[in-house]
């Protein structure tokens, strides 16, 4: 059975830093194309940051990039998304997403996954 699990929400005070884990579960063994998602109360989900199948290309939500780093461990199939210098607007549930098809790159378009994971709750706030 496929399973997207992540873990590593907290609650933090601005400026610090989270580490959020994504843990493939019955994925083959390789570089899977995954994104991370977030969706703050009363808006919509939107992406964040993605990582290809090829080449390891990273891409950023502009309001992100710079004080998010997303990586992968092959061997252990995980997926993480180091978070610094965190802001209140940053606040919301963050899931990770398998990329759909074999396609190598990836996008932070919802429709391009067809597996997420149940999501955990960052909160930043003083």
């Known amino acids: 059975q496929l399973q997207l699990v992540e873990s590593g929400g907290d609650l933090v005070q601005p400026g610090g830093s989270l580490r959020l884990s994504c843990q493939l579960s019955?994925?083959?063994?390789?570089?899977?194309?995954i994104g991370w998602f977030r969706q703050a109360p009363r808006n919509d989900r939107e992406g964040i940051s993605c990582?290809?199948?090829?080449?390891?290309?990273?891409y950023y939500l502009d309001s992100v990039r710079g004080r998010f780093t997303i990586s992968r461990d092959p061997a252990n199939n995980a997926v993480y998304l180091q978070m610094d210098r965190l802001k209140p607007e940053d606040t919301g549930v963050y899931y990770c997403?398998?990329?759909?098809?074999?396609?190598?790159?990836?996008?932070?378009?919802?429709?391009?996954?067809?597996?997420w994971g149940q999501g955990t709750q960052v909160t930043v706030s003083s």
């Open positions: 997403a398998h990329v759909r098809g074999p396609f190598s790159l990836c996008d932070l378009l919802i429709q391009s996954y067809d597996l």
């Open positions: 019955g994925f083959p063994p390789g570089r899977h194309g």
């Open positions: 990582i290809s199948s090829a080449e390891d290309r990273r």
